[in-house]
């Protein structure tokens, strides 16, 4: 049984944006760059009409409905990070060990964590810029995507393993998303 008789959204191109769709390749450029990105499924389509990108399933079943959500969550993301951008704010944490963070290529460098002799690393997503001012980790791209995989990262690095987390808050921690 179908959820609705047909899908369709239509987004609204803004002033100083440019949207084109090759194929199945939706490309986006605004002030801040360019993003590309793939959409293709058997039923749910994509067109620029009239200034608008209009997503547009007939007779769309359960999952149908939910891609074209999402579909419209994405191409919404991806205006927005190339008008404004994305970035997220991590905060460095320490009681017992003054740690080092540091940014080398594309990895992030954390020494002296717990103490630990070796450093340990996370790795910088795609096109994401990291900058340490601090006891602040910035992160900032304008793939949505790229940006919180990398603060994800940075966090998952510091995670403490067989020890009390009430006790040892050590680590970097996304405080501000945005």
């Not at 992160?139 to 040892?168: C, L, W, Y």
Request: proline share 4%; net charge positive.
């Amino acid at each position: 049984m179908p959820v609705a008789d047909v899908v369709r959204h239509e987004i609204e191109i803004p002033e100083g944006i440019e949207a084109k769709l090759e194929n199945f390749d939706l490309h986006i450029k605004g002030p801040k760059g360019e993003l590309v990105r793939e959409f293709k499924h058997t039923r749910v389509k994509m067109s620029i009409e009239d200034g608008k990108i209009v997503i547009y399933c007939p007779l769309p079943k359960k999952k149908e409905y939910a891609l074209a959500g999402t579909w419209k969550a994405h191409v919404m993301n991806m205006i927005k990070g190339v008008t404004e951008g994305f970035e997220y704010h991590l905060k460095i944490v320490y009681a017992h060990f003054p740690m080092k963070v540091t940014v080398k290529g594309r990895k992030v460098v954390i020494e002296n964590f717990m103490g630990e002799k070796a450093p340990r690393y996370a790795e910088i997503f795609g096109d994401a810029q990291v900058e340490v001012k601090g006891d602040t980790v910035i992160v900032r791209s304008i793939n949505k995507e790229h940006a919180g995989q990398t603060a994800a990262n940075i966090e998952k690095a510091t995670r403490i393993k067989d020890r009390d987390p009430r006790v040892f808050q050590d680590g970097i921690y996304i405080v501000k998303k945005g």
